[in-house]
């Protein structure tokens, strides 16, 4: 499996504040996202999961999977290195 690899990789602040966690692939964009399904998903999230399945499918660009991710934490409320 090809999993899309982020550059640069996107380094999120855990929410305990004891340290961050590096998502460097649309793959890990796509677990992270579904272990943190917020209460309300919003747009972003759902833009979000879907670039970044259209990436693994290779009908998005790894560039616009990231750029949805990132909006996706934001709009989460979670900060970003």
């Known amino acids: 499996m090809?999993?899309?690899?982020?550059?640069?990789?996107?380094?999120?602040?855990?929410?305990?504040?004891a340290g961050r966690r590096t998502i460097g692939s649309a793959w890990e964009a796509l677990e992270w996202l579904a272990q943190r399904k917020p209460a309300k998903s919003g747009p972003r999230y759902r833009s979000a999961l879907r670039t970044c399945r259209d990436a693994l499918d290779g009908l998005r660009r790894t560039r616009d999977a990231r750029r949805a991710f990132v909006a996706a934490?934001?709009?989460?409320?979670?900060?970003?290195y």
Do not use: T
Request: cysteine-free.
């Open 73 to 80: 934490v934001k709009e989460a409320g979670r900060r970003i």
């Open 2 to 17: 090809v999993y899309k690899s982020f550059d640069p990789p996107v380094v999120i602040a855990r929410r305990d504040s």
